[in-house]
């Protein structure tokens, strides 16, 4: 039956998100306290309050919500800047660039983003295709891209191809010459920060017939990809799967994507003579909702760890302009981003960030395929409608134009004229106690 | 003195060698390698272990490279031949010369008496090869023994009475090398002198560079052995590269190259130092050696028990041994299988058998089947026998070889992959080299539990018999009027194989002569290309000939024709090779023959990128000839390429035809690993056998394969795969396969469980299905596996249940199994029939389905009421 020319289900999905909406603009402004179940000690509820406000305003809140970092007592928050006094902050009227180029070889396409960073992946089947469509469409307007993950390209994508990276996952799913020479950028998915050494997984009610569908595989089922490729069980079999890719695809850079085991170094260094672009380590704290309670934030090592010593390793070896050493897991703020490059990091990778700027509380029922509130993590017809893409567009570049704009006051801050001067600077850093002293020495 | 208390003298007369504290075990990155290795019954140059490296380059770096050669030519050396068999060959390489004279006076006069020095000649200049950057070492061989008194006070010292001299003075030997590594070459100091080998006619040389440079530099191209092994590294640690740290590594009279990276490096360290064992180049290769001298001489190990030590057989394997063998395996796991090495590896060595004057190659591969390995064999006048990462090695060799010297032709007689810890072979094989009673020196390839390999030995190589003149002049009368009359292809290849048995290699040839010569027209030579295609892919009688020998000649054969049609530029039938402009496509049903010799095996200028690139100027048909391990053969087409169709020839090399999508690609002989991954439509048909990774995230297509496939075909695949294999496979058929219903349009595979011997006669094999884990955790699709007498148990299924066969079944593989018939020539009368009798589908094939395993489907599970 219509009303006004839309089904009741229509009527109910614009009520909820009419209401969702509402509340996304309302509580970062609430007078009385945070809400004390939102967030935790990583997102706390400033950070997911202050995202909410930069998704809608394009800057970081003016109201007093803590918008730089979290209270977990570790891992960036326990690392602050070491400004320059005011007189040598660099004037508002200069430029300040922020933009990295993706390929430092020589040889190959080159190409630069004016952002040091771009969207992480997350397969379709894990997000909905809206949710991978405001992406697709926000890095498309500011010039930087998203990944596709490791479920499939959406055919809705391919209007957005040039800002689309694909992924080449240990399952295999949806990897097919046609989506490879779409994408001007591949990237190898070894392993995910979240679950380092357990593949993938998407759980059976998250299956569902159109993700079974794009996946070509069995619809309900729990999809599994494994652990390691199968075909890759040494070093030159990993340049062999470049080869592999570079002959389907030869202009296209490639990325590869690791966790971060203890001998992170070497990987990156066994990347680098294979042939690869864009080196990305993808830490513990991030990660997809879904990861098994035993694994997330219990395996490898912490990213603010893992970036420095690759860092100096290729440093060591001589390597280090050739390779773009992008770092993930866990990046929230402007200040996460700028304190990864001052790390040693070329730029970051975004993930559940983008998530919560779409409305993501953090709740934590990824892995159930009804599970998210917010039609985030879902490919549910009905709920994955509460998410518009051009909403979801608007929203994800105010929240990118947010973040520039306080990664540029910290670059002037720092006495800094571009991104790239900042990139191992551990000098400018101090590392602060959980008891709220602060090291005069920078970390190491 | 009996061996316990022996065994226990030795190893505690290593005690004073480590008077340092445990290092810390921080290994140097390995990572992966190319390895190659051969043992012949005559001995073999040099310059052809060259050519497989060469071949191999793209498997290493140019970072580490090495050689070994067992069963030397005492010429090379200028020394007598008794020299060799009898004195240690102590290869020292000097990065700096001036240290030798110190080298001499503290590490070799004082135990050895020196009956012999050598310098190995190098080239006078190293950067006269191209890419070499890093000066490798001088090599003194000095050919010695132990002094008596050092012998006779070693005895005393360690209290070591009624033993063996040999014993004591092997343990002599290689402590001193030991003491001479620590003093000289340290690991994070200063490199200047250390122990290449120290065997008993044994040499290894090694560099900083690539493995085939390493026989450049030190002119070992004329240098003859029975046993060769060589290696290239890819190490990814560290801007000083070293020469020490190249493999091989060795142990007492063996040296050892590894292709992987395991993980326990340092609990088998551990497990050494226990043991007064402490390795000094910090790479798992060392460690790997030094644990086959402790079980092999030390402890006094046979092979078998070495090889069960480091491959441990365990689950269902170990269930299958006899009883008395699982009593000995226990016993020997109990004790090693924490030192066994865990992650991918495989190893070759080059042994010399000092007792029984032999020498040796053997080849072990790992429990989970994590590295590519294939053996192969060939029995002539002369025997030869290898191990290789690829099958692409072997033939360069083989090729290089029958060049040469005519006892050797270019194709072996066998070929075979290996699943280390299998309880049929052991995933093991072992080349000896050895005299006989009467004084030849002869071959003889066994397995790990002792069984031979060994190639029909009722036939006879080519050369051996001949036919006289006057009939061959008949024969080719005959011969000549039948190519006149109107037959197709298919007509003259059916004509040939009546008349075959009958012939000899002479009879053959004659054909393939009269063959060539009329061969002139465009579609004489097409019909000509296909007659001898025929002759290669299928299988028929040959009387006492040998099918490998016959491959030989077709090859030949076939390589004259392509130099016709390259001569002869008729724009219908045009052939190109490397170098030559690439042809715009006039619009006409073009073949293209390309000859791929020249190309490089992969990257922007490859084989693989010039078929794409004429591909998309509208080439259609593709005839590939000569493939020398050339990869990525028919990837980059994109999306929707059917009325393409590539023919490939050769030995081609790994990821063939991955992710086409509409081709058609036949390959006239057996291809290598990373076949047909993310294959979505099209067809694929191999001549042979496919090896790991086989058809990984297959999404489509109709695939043929006439052989095997080896570790974890169709593994993650989805879609609708429709594949028929009609040997077997080595292990994880079709894990994860995810393909809907196949009566519903979805996906699987067809396994026989046959082979063709080598009459042509089709054999069942003793189980359709060896391994222990067939279409594990799969959700979709399904085997049809043809097991009449259920040799195929529930115990080798996790996730997977038998069903019976339905008329549905049998009308949706049926077609398949038709066009196999067309296609191999294998008879489905034949596979429905069973000791002679012919039997209804349904009790020749069973269903595998998708058992609804709990792990996959929690909530269908829970609504089924699943225990």
């Known amino acids: 039956m219509k009303l006004n020319g839309k089904t009741t289900e229509e009527r109910i999905i614009e009520k909820h998100q009419e209401a969702l909406h509402h509340g996304f603009h309302t509580w970062p402004s609430l007078v009385f ?27 970081p809140p003016d109201n007093g919500l803590e918008y730089r970092i979290g209270r977990s007592g570790g891992g960036f928050d326990a690392l602050a800047f070491k400004y320059l006094p005011r007189e040598q902050w660099i004037p508002e009227q200069e430029v300040v660039d922020t933009s990295i180029p993706l390929n430092r070889r020589p040889y190959d396409r080159h190409i630069s983003i004016p952002i040091p960073w771009y969207g992480g992946g997350m397969s379709y089947g894990s997000v909905g295709e809206q949710i991978m469509l405001s992406r697709a469409k926000a890095a498309r307007q500011l010039g930087t891209f998203t990944s596709s993950g490791e479920g499939g390209y959406p055919e809705s994508l391919a209007p957005y191809a040039e800002h689309v ?105 066994g990347s680098y003579f294979a042939g690869a672009h864009i080196i990305q380590i993808d830490g513990g704290y991030g990660g997809t909702g879904a990861a098994p309670e035993i694994a997330k934030k219990n395996i490898a090592m912490p990213i603010e760890l893992a970036i420095p010593k690759v860092h100096r390793f290729l440093l060591s070896e001589g390597v280090r302009d050739e390779v773009v050493l992008i770092a993930g897991g866990g990046i929230r703020t402007a200040d996460d981003i700028a304190k990864a490059i001052a790390l040693g990091a070329d730029g970051c990778i975004l993930g559940t960030a983008e998530l919560v700027a779409l409305g993501c509380t953090r709740c934590s029922n990824c892995e159930r395929g009804r599970g998210c509130p917010f039609g985030l993590t879902t490919t549910d017809p009905q709920l994955s409608q509460l998410v518009d893409s051009d909403w979801g567009a608007e929203r994800l570049c105010r929240f990118y134009t ?34 709220g002293q602060h090291g005069s020495r920078a970390t190491h | 003195m009996d061996r316990e208390q022996l065994i226990e003298a030795l190893i505690t007369s290593r005690r004073s060698l480590h008077k340092s504290p445990l290092p810390r075990y921080d290994n140097e990155a390995e990572g992966g390698c190319g390895v190659i290795g051969m043992a012949a019954s005559t001995p073999v140059r040099g310059s052809h272990l060259l050519q497989a490296l060469q071949q191999m380059r793209n498997r290493g ?68 090869i191209p890419g070499l950057e890093v000066q490798p070492p001088d090599v003194w061989c000095y050919f010695v023994h132990v002094r008596p008194d050092t012998l006779a006070q070693f005895r005393q010292q360690y209290d070591i009475a009624n033993s063996d001299d040999t014993a004591i003075e092997d343990e002599i030997v290689y402590q001193n090398t030991y003491s001479l590594n620590s003093a000289f070459y340290a690991a994070t100091g200063e490199k200047r002198a250390f122990v290449l ?31 060769w092994i060589g290696h290239h590294r890819y190490p990814t640690r560290g801007k000083v590269w070293h020469p020490g740290g190249a493999h091989p590594f060795i142990g007492m009279h063996e040296a050892l190259v590894h292709n992987g990276d395991f993980a326990n490096y340092a609990s088998i360290c551990s497990y050494l130092a226990q043991r007064n064992i402490k390795p000094l180049f910090l790479t798992d290769t060392e460690v790997a050696v030094l644990m086959f001298d402790l079980l092999h001489r030390v402890y006094g190990y046979p092979l078998e028990y070495v090889i069960e030590a480091i491959a441990p057989t365990t689950e269902r394997d170990f269930t299958l041994l006899a009883p008395a063998k699982q009593r000995l395996y226990s016993m020997l796991q109990a004790v090693h299988l924490s030192s066994s090495p865990d992650g991918p590896w495989f190893f070759l060595i080059a042994q010399s058998d000092v007792r029984k004057r032999a020498h040796r190659l053997v080849g072990i591969t790992d429990t989970s089947m994590l590295r590519p390995q294939v053996f192969a064999l060939q029995r002539g006048v002369a025997t030869i026998g290898f191990a290789a ?78 036919t006289d003149g006057h009939s061959l002049v008949r024969h080719k009368a005959t011969l000549q009027s039948l190519l006149q009359q109107e037959l197709t292809a298919k007509e003259l290849f059916e004509q040939i194989c009546q008349r075959m048995p009958a012939w000899d290699y002479d009879g053959v040839q004659a054909f393939l002569d009269v063959l060539e010569q009329t061969a002139r027209s465009d579609d004489e030579r097409e019909r000509a290309i296909e007659t001898l295609t025929l002759l290669m892919d299928r299988r028929y009688s040959i009387g006492t000939m040998k099918r490998s020998c016959l491959l030989a000649m077709f090859d030949g054969s076939f390589a004259r024709l392509v130099e016709c049609i390259r001569d002869d530029r008729s724009p219908v039938f045009a052939c190109i090779g490397y170098g030559d402009q690439l042809p715009e496509y006039q619009g006409m049903d073009a073949a293209l023959l390309i ?17 794409v690139t004429l591909y998309q100027r509208g080439f259609r048909r593709f005839i590939v000839a000569h493939t020398r391990g050339h990869r990525f053969i028919g990837c980059g087409m994109g999306v929707l390429s059917d009325n393409v169709r590539i023919d490939v020839y050769g030995s081609p090399g790994d990821y063939l035809a991955s992710g086409i999508d509409g081709a058609e690609v036949i390959v006239h002989g057996s291809a290598q690993d990373q076949i047909a991954q993310i294959m979505k439509g099209g067809k694929l048909v191999v001549n042979g056998d496919v090896g790991q990774t086989f058809m990984y995230g297959a999404k489509g297509g109709d695939v043929f394969i006439q052989g095997n496939a080896a570790g974890r075909p169709l593994i993650n695949a989805v879609g609708k795969p429709r594949v028929v294999i009609n040997g077997t496979c080595l292990d994880y058929l079709a894990e994860s396969f995810m393909a809907g219903d196949p009566l519903h349009g979805g996906g699987f595979v067809i396994v026989n469980g046959v082979s063709f011997d080598e009459d042509g006669t089709l054999r069942d094999m003793d189980t359709p299905y060896p391994g222990g884990n067939l279409f594990s955790l799969a959700s979709g699709g399904a085997i049809y596996i043809r097991d009449p007498h259920h040799r195929v148990t529930d115990d080798q299924l996790n996730g997977g249940q038998f069903a019976p066969l339905t008329v549905d079944d049998w009308t949706l593989i049926r077609p398949y199994l038709e066009q196999n018939e067309s296609i191999f020539g294998i008879s489905l009368v034949r596979l429905l029939t069973v000791d002679g009798s012919s039997h209804p589908p349904a009790l020749n094939y069973r269903k595998i389905q998708p058992a609804g395993h709990k792990a996959l489907m929690p909530e269908e599970a829970w609504v089924r009421r699943e225990a």
């Open chain 1, 33 to 59: 306290d945070r809400p004390s179940a939102l967030g935790d000690a990583r997102w706390t509820s400033d950070l997911i309050l202050s995202t909410w406000m930069q998704a809608e305003t394009g800057k």
């Open chain 1, 165 to 269: 990276i694909t992924q080449v996952a240990t399952g295999m799913f949806g990897v097919r010459e046609e989506t490879i020479l779409r994408a001007p950028i591949i990237e190898f998915k070894y392993a995910q920060g979240a679950k380092p050494g357990l593949g993938g997984h998407l759980l059976g009610d998250k299956s569902t017939t159109a993700v079974a569908k794009m996946r070509e595989s069995v619809p309900w089922v729990s999809l599994f990809s494994p652990f390691p490729f199968h075909s890759v069980y040494s070093v030159e079999d990993h340049k062999k799967h470049i080869d592999w890719m570079k002959t389907i695809h030869p202009d296209a850079l490639l990325a590869v994507k690791v966790s971060t085991p203890v001998d992170v170094d070497m990987v990156a260094m």
């Open chain 1, 402 to 435: 947010s973040l520039q704009r306080q990664l540029r006051t910290i670059l002037r801050h720092l006495g800094l004229r571009s991104v790239l001067e900042l990139r191992g600077r551990t000098d400018v850093l101090s590392y602060s106690r959980r008891d």
């Open chain 2, 61 to 128: 770096n140019g970072k580490g490279g090495g050689i070994a050669a067992v069963g030397l030519d005492p010429e090379f050396f200028g020394c007598q031949r008794a020299t060799l068999a009898n004195d240690y060959l102590l290869a020292v390489a000097y990065l700096d010369s001036s240290v030798r004279p110190q080298v001499e006076a503290t590490c070799i006069e004082p135990t050895f008496i020196v009956d012999a020095t050598f310098q190995v000649p190098t080239l006078p200049d190293f950067r006269s």
């Open chain 2, 197 to 227: 080998s120290h065997g008993k006619n044994v040499l290894v040389l090694k560099m900083v560079g690539y493995g085939d440079d390493v026989v450049r530099y030190y002119g070992l191209e004329n240098l003859r052995a029975h046993v």
């Open chain 2, 389 to 466: 990462s690829e099958k692409q090695a072997i033939d360069a060799v083989l090729e290089s070889l029958s060049r040469e010297d005519t006892r050797f032709w270019s194709c072996a007689d066998l070929y075979w992959n290996a699943r280390g810890g299998s309880h049929t072979d052991g995933g093991a094989f072992i080349f000896t080299v050895q005299g006989d009673e009467t004084g030849n020196t002869v071959l003889q390839c066994v397995d790990k539990f002792g069984r031979v390999i060994e190639p029909d030995p009722t036939r006879h190589p080519l050369n051996t018999h001949s």
């Open chain 2, 595 to 611: 000859d791929a010799r020249a190309y490089p095996i992969e990257g922007n200028d490859s084989l693989a990128r010039a078929i």
